[in-house]
């Protein structure tokens, strides 16, 4: 049996299929073509939104340095916590862009490795936000006091304090990776945190990049089938 | 029922090329039930795309490259996004009984074999057996005529090998 044998059965259903497939018009108007417009609406209204929330935070952020300039301790934690939000907006910016310029009636090679490079960017950047958010709320907790309610946190808590929760921080992260590599795919229930502990793993990475890797050896001359 | 020109001829051209969609949702669904779903994901996506169809491009051509792309992310998707999509059930495109004719053993073993390959060979052989010409495969996945070619080689060989080691 040969493929060109299989054809002349696809082919014949294809003309069952001419006579047979009918088109569900009342399903298409009531509720597809009015979701495609919804969900269209929605998707740009959360990116701009995830904008429009980190412009203030970074310009309060600004001020507080600049309030600060002379006091290297208040003004480091707030430049650190500047240069993540400024890199989240870069990254929400980039993705606002990419989004708007991909037509999905692009040749299906072109298309997918380019969606495949931006969900790359984006599990690393989900990464890097989920290790380092140990680390940042040392920082936060510094800034929010003085910015918030004018307190030194220094002076509040213990220097050695302060100090053991950042290495508490870089504990949890080699601890959090262990956890989500074992354990998230037990996490069936819930897709939401299986997402994220898959994340958090490099799993969902090391998948998106296996299949970047198959795209390419597709697209490559007589490559293997 | 629409007064929106637009909407009209995008239905219109969606009624005479509407087995793409069944083909291709009905290849790329390890589950039956997901059918729905990953259909009224091909046929949002062809309607948020219509405004930049351009007409010198066969609309066939554009609506394999939109189905198979929607088609592909879908098969990969971990989850399945319910936010956006109508419960399964009611189908977009539904089939008359006499139309059906699933009945046929050898299109049984063509969706075996259809199963067992990745998300692109298998939008190859879609494409193959829908009797597009190579340049017009080329065309539509971003790759060369020559490769189009060797690849469906390829698989003829490796089905001929599965037949003969099933036999």
Same mark, same amino acid.
């Given at each position: 049996?040969?493929?060109?044998?299989?054809?002349?059965?696809?082919?014949?259903?294809?003309r069952k299929?001419?006579a047979?497939l009918?088109?569900?018009?009342?399903?298409?108007?009531?509720?597809t073509?009015k979701?495609a417009?919804?969900?269209l609406?929605?998707?740009?209204? =959360?990116?701009?939104l995830?904008?429009l929330?980190?412009?203030?935070?970074? /310009?309060?952020?600004?001020? =507080? /340095?600049?309030?600060? /300039?002379?006091?290297p301790?208040?003004?480091l934690?707030?430049?650190l916590?500047?240069?993540f !939000?400024?890199?989240? +907006?870069?990254?929400g910016i980039?993705?606002?862009v990419a989004?708007?310029a991909t037509?999905?009636?692009?040749?299906v090679?072109? @298309?997918?490795?380019?969606?495949?490079?931006?969900?790359?960017?984006?599990?690393?950047a989900?990464?890097l /936000?989920?290790l380092a958010?140990?680390?940042i709320?040392?920082?936060?907790?510094i800034?929010?006091?003085?910015?918030?309610?004018g307190?030194?946190?220094?002076?509040i808590?213990?220097?050695?304090?302060?100090?053991?929760n950042?290495?508490?921080?870089l504990?949890?992260?080699p601890l959090a &990776?262990?956890? *989500?590599?074992?354990?998230a795919?037990?996490m069936q229930r *819930?897709?939401?945190v299986?997402?994220? +502990?898959r994340?958090l793993?490099?799993t969902?990475?090391n998948a998106?990049q296996d299949?970047?890797?198959?795209l390419?050896?597709f697209?490559?001359?007589? $490559?293997?089938? | 029922?629409?007064t929106n020109?637009r909407?009209?001829?995008?239905?219109?051209?969606?009624?005479?090329h509407?087995k793409? &969609?069944?083909k291709?949702?009905? *290849?790329?669904c390890?589950n039956p039930?997901?059918r729905?779903?990953?259909?009224?994901?091909?046929?949002?996506?062809?309607?948020r795309s219509?405004?930049?169809?351009?007409?010198?491009y066969?609309?066939s051509?554009?609506?394999?490259?939109?189905a198979l792309?929607?088609?592909?992310?879908f098969?990969?998707a971990?989850t399945r996004?319910?936010r956006?999509t !109508?419960? $399964?059930?009611?189908?977009l495109?539904?089939?008359?009984?006499?139309?059906?004719g699933?009945?046929?053993?050898?299109?049984q073993?063509?969706?075996?074999?259809?199963?067992?390959?990745?998300e692109?060979?298998r939008?190859?052989v879609? @494409?193959?057996?829908?009797?597009?010409r190579?340049d017009?495969?080329a065309?539509?996945?971003?790759i060369?005529?020559?490769? !189009?070619?060797?690849?469906?080689?390829r698989?003829k060989?490796r089905?001929?090998?599965?037949?003969?080691?099933t $036999?």
């Amino acid at each position: 049996m040969d493929l060109d044998d299989l054809k002349q059965s696809w082919q014949q259903q294809d003309r069952k299929l001419d006579a047979g497939l009918r088109l569900n018009t009342v399903r298409l108007y009531v509720t597809t073509l009015k979701k495609a417009e919804t969900s269209l609406r929605r998707l740009s209204w =959360f990116l701009w939104l995830d904008l429009l929330v980190d412009i203030p935070i970074v /310009i309060w952020l600004g001020s =507080f /340095i600049a309030d600060h /300039i002379a006091e290297p301790r208040f003004a480091l934690p707030a430049l650190l916590l500047d240069v993540f !939000v400024i890199a989240l +907006m870069g990254l929400g910016i980039r993705q606002l862009v990419a989004l708007g310029a991909t037509d999905p009636a692009e040749p299906v090679v072109a @298309l997918q490795k380019r969606t495949e490079s931006l969900r790359i960017e984006r599990l690393r950047a989900v990464k890097l /936000i989920l290790l380092a958010s140990p680390l940042i709320w040392v920082p936060m907790l510094i800034v929010g006091l003085k910015g918030f309610l004018g307190a030194d946190a220094y002076a509040i808590f213990d220097h050695a304090w302060l100090a053991a929760n950042v290495l508490l921080g870089l504990a949890v992260i080699p601890l959090a &990776v262990w956890i *989500s590599r074992r354990y998230a795919d037990r996490m069936q229930r *819930s897709p939401l945190v299986q997402r994220v +502990m898959r994340d958090l793993a490099g799993t969902n990475l090391n998948a998106a990049q296996d299949f970047l890797a198959s795209l390419s050896r597709f697209e490559e001359e007589g $490559a293997a089938v | 029922m629409s007064t929106n020109p637009r909407q009209d001829r995008f239905l219109k051209l969606l009624d005479e090329h509407k087995k793409i &969609v069944y083909k291709v949702a009905a *290849s790329y669904c390890r589950n039956p039930a997901d059918r729905p779903d990953l259909e009224q994901e091909i046929v949002a996506q062809l309607w948020r795309s219509f405004g930049r169809y351009d007409e010198a491009y066969r609309f066939s051509t554009w609506m394999y490259r939109i189905a198979l792309n929607v088609a592909i992310s879908f098969y990969r998707a971990e989850t399945r996004r319910s936010r956006d999509t !109508v419960p $399964a059930g009611d189908s977009l495109l539904e089939i008359a009984a006499e139309g059906s004719g699933e009945t046929d053993g050898n299109l049984q073993i063509l969706r075996e074999m259809i199963a067992r390959l990745d998300e692109l060979d298998r939008a190859l052989v879609i @494409l193959y057996l829908d009797g597009n010409r190579y340049d017009t495969i080329a065309e539509i996945l971003g790759i060369s005529e020559s490769n !189009v070619g060797t690849k469906i080689n390829r698989i003829k060989q490796r089905l001929r090998r599965d037949v003969a080691r099933t $036999a």
